[in-house]
Nanobody, 119 residues
Framework: QVQLVESGGGLVQAGGSLRLSCAAS????????MSWYRQAPGKQRELVAV???????NYANSVKGRFTISRDNAKNTVYLQMNSLKPEDTAVYYCYMSRGTWPALREDWGQGTQVTVSS
């Protein structure tokens, strides 16, 4: 089993910054990629950023140039640096891990951390 624990959420004014952390523990191996998703009230969960095992990254168009995903392998931690925050970034942010290979793919989610951006 893998546990993912997010931290770093909070209330910030528009234009401000936050850094989210996702600490992974447990049976961590064969990680394919780790991602950050978010879900705003009344909306579907959406992919924000992904970092693949080789280190490549990709972002949703809405956050490109403002958010940066990174990882510290020694700490088994993935980060999401969020700059120039906008009210529309308000959501619960979830950490996600994909590991293994088919047919033994595994998916793990964190409990989420609330980010609120005031105008």
């Amino acid at each position: 089993q893998v546990q993912l624990v997010e931290s770093g959420g909070g209330l910030v004014q528009a234009g401000g910054s936050l850094r989210l952390s996702c600490a992974a523990s447990g049976n961590i191996f064969n990680v394919n990629h780790m991602s950050w998703y978010r879900q705003a009230p009344g909306k579907q969960r959406e992919l924000v950023a992904v970092i693949i095992s080789g280190g490549s990254t990709n972002y949703a168009n809405s956050v490109k140039g403002r958010f940066t995903i990174s990882r510290d392998n020694a700490k088994n931690t993935v980060y999401l640096q969020m700059n120039s925050l906008k009210p529309e970034d308000t959501a619960v942010y979830y950490c996600y891990m994909s590991r293994g290979t088919w047919p033994a793919l595994r998916e793990d989610w964190g409990q989420g951390t609330q980010v609120t951006v005031s105008s």
